[in-house]
Nanobody
Framework: QVQLVESGGGSVQAGGSLRLSCASSGVFLRTHMGWFRQAPGKEREGVAVVNSRDGSAYYSDSVKGRFTISQDNAKSTVSLQMNSLKPEDTAMYFC????????????????WGQGTQVTVSS
């Protein structure tokens, strides 16, 4: 059974930092693994995704230069370092994995975690 388990969410003031981690277990095919987020009343959007084979990273324009995604050598965990956080980064953050052609397109992902809340206060 495939499981993606997120950790590291919390509350922080604007300008602060948080680090999210996603641990995967089970046997499954994937080309990409990464992070999506969903704020209340908004659609889920791609934030940062990494190519599991070559480590290429993809970021949404809203987080470029502030967030950094990484994966461990065993490629079973991906992390998201979030710096210079803004109130508009407040959302539930979800880990996702799958065989995809469009890395930031949520509809292409087969596996999802339960999410971890990130709240940024001004």
């Amino acid at each position: 059974q495939v499981q993606l388990v997120e950790s590291g969410g919390g509350s922080v003031q604007a300008g602060g930092s948080l680090r999210l981690s996603c641990a995967s277990s089970g046997v499954f095919l994937r080309t990409h693994m990464g992070w999506f987020r969903q704020a209340p009343g908004k659609e889920r959007e791609g934030v940062a995704v990494v190519n599991s084979r070559d480590g290429s990273a993809y970021y949404s324009d809203s987080v470029k230069g502030r967030f950094t995604i990484s994966q461990d050598n065993a490629k079973s965990t991906v992390s998201l370092q979030m710096n210079s956080l803004k109130p508009e980064d407040t959302a539930m953050y979800f880990c996702a994995a799958g065989v995809v052609l469009r890395p930031l397109e949520k509809s292409e992902y087969d596996y999802w975690g339960q999410g971890t809340q990130v709240t940024v206060s001004s």
